[in-house]
């Protein structure tokens, strides 16, 4: 069974840093890109960016690129989001998910969501 | 970067409707288009790839079609379950990106 299991709800203040994790398992990690998913409070869903674990191949949304990063560990099936300096409007829920099978495309699994409270 | 609008952002329909939901891209994207559901507190669940393919599991009642830089998803006789936020995405180029959603409420 296709899993992803997210990191634990966080809550940070402005200008700390933060990394989620995304843990997959029952598939080739290796094989499928997984993507990274924002919705803000009462909000829709942005497409943030989305990574090849089996050679790191990293694409970004304008939106994001330059305000996170995301990264792999294939040792561990795991893929991450990260930020160096938090602001109070990164206040989200985030979700992984994972691609179709060859490409980027659509996403058929996703994790169950991480809470990302950013409060001083 | 393609935009994706969908219309409405939000309409009230009852259980047995047939309802259609609309999704125009900025530019044309041939079939590269997927629906996706999402209700309170969950995550979004596929419905629709390749602008009209139903994922497996998902009930007949859905349906998606077109292609270039129009598309529909309908649900032709609306179940309680039903009653959820519907996105479009396109991914035919990066950044990949969603409709702003469609919002689905009981009358």
């Known amino acids: 069974e296709v899993q992803l299991v997210q990191s634990g709800a966080e809550v940070k203040k402005p200008g700390e840093s933060l990394k989620i994790s995304c843990k997959g398992s029952?598939?080739?990690?290796?094989?499928?890109?997984i993507g990274w998913v924002r919705q803000m409070p009462g909000k829709g869903l942005e497409w943030m960016g989305i990574?090849?674990?089996?050679?790191?191949?990293?694409r970004y949304s304008p939106s994001f690129q330059g305000q996170v990063t995301i990264s792999a560990d294939k040792s561990i099936s795991t893929a991450y989001l990260q930020w160096s300096s938090l602001k109070a409007s990164d206040t989200a829920m985030y979700y992984c998910?994972?691609?179709?099978?060859?490409?980027?495309?659509?996403?058929?699994?996703w994790g169950q969501g991480t809470l990302v409270t950013v409060s001083s | 970067a393609i935009r994706m609008t969908q219309s409405p952002s939000s309409f009230s329909a009852s259980t047995g409707d047939r309802v259609t939901i609309t999704c125009r891209a900025s530019?044309?994207?041939?079939?590269?288009l997927a629906w996706y559901q999402q209700k309170p507190g969950k995550a979004p669940n596929l419905l629709i790839y390749?602008?009209?393919t139903l994922q497996s599991g998902v009930p007949s009642r859905f349906s998606g079609s077109g292609s270039g830089a129009d598309f529909t998803l309908t649900i032709s006789c609306l179940q309680s379950e039903d009653f959820a936020t519907y996105y479009c995405?396109?991914?035919?180029?990066?950044?990949?990106?969603f409709g702003q959603g469609t919002k689905l409420e009981i009358k």
């Open positions: 998910a994972r691609s179709h099978y060859g490409s980027g495309s659509y996403f058929t699994y």
């Open positions: 029952g598939y080739s990690f290796t094989s499928y890109w």
């Open positions: 990574i090849y674990p089996g050679d790191s191949d990293t």
């Open positions: 530019q044309g994207i041939s079939s590269y």
């Open positions: 390749a602008a009209s």
């Open positions: 995405q396109q991914y035919y180029s990066y950044p990949y990106s």
